[in-house]
């Protein structure tokens, strides 16, 4: 399983181009890689209006809807704070939500919602590809779904996808 890591790594190097750079200059470009890491995010949708999203989702998935208790079960946080980002939520276009009432994903909401849906199965499958246990898996992807680049899934998808058709 180590190989398939490593052979991802290796891929990943040659696609990118690598080169050679002193440790000056990979310091330098550590530093320029933090800085962009935390300009990629949207400022309008974060990490835990995400969370949101993704258990609304879920939960209408699994229950047909989903109540403010229900998320505050889920993100363990105080039913103040699921009616505050609730209603940030709605002023941001992600949610139908009015105090009181049901909560509903707008198309938009439903979009991002099934979008970190989609993230999740591919981090918790590459995971589980290695010979990382189901729930744990499940739980390292929860924490690493939210931060990597697009292109870094669309790679990691390619990479199960080949995997597994070779397994055929």
Known sequence: MIQIVLIFIAARHVSCGAQTLTRKDRDSSRLEFIRDAHNVRKIDRTTRMEDY??????????KGYATTVDISNYLNVRSPSVTKMLQRLNESGHVNYEKYRGITLT???TVVAKSIHHRHGIL????????????????DAEGIEHHLHPETLKKLEEFINKIKSEAR
Do not use: P, R
């Not at 590459?126 to 189901?134: P, R």
């Open 53 to 62: 999203l993704e258990v609304i989702y879920e939960l209408i998935q699994h």
């Open 124 to 139: 918790a499958e590459f995971l589980k590809m290695i010979g990382v246990d189901e729930d744990t898996a499940n739980k």
């Open 107 to 109: 198309e938009s909401g």
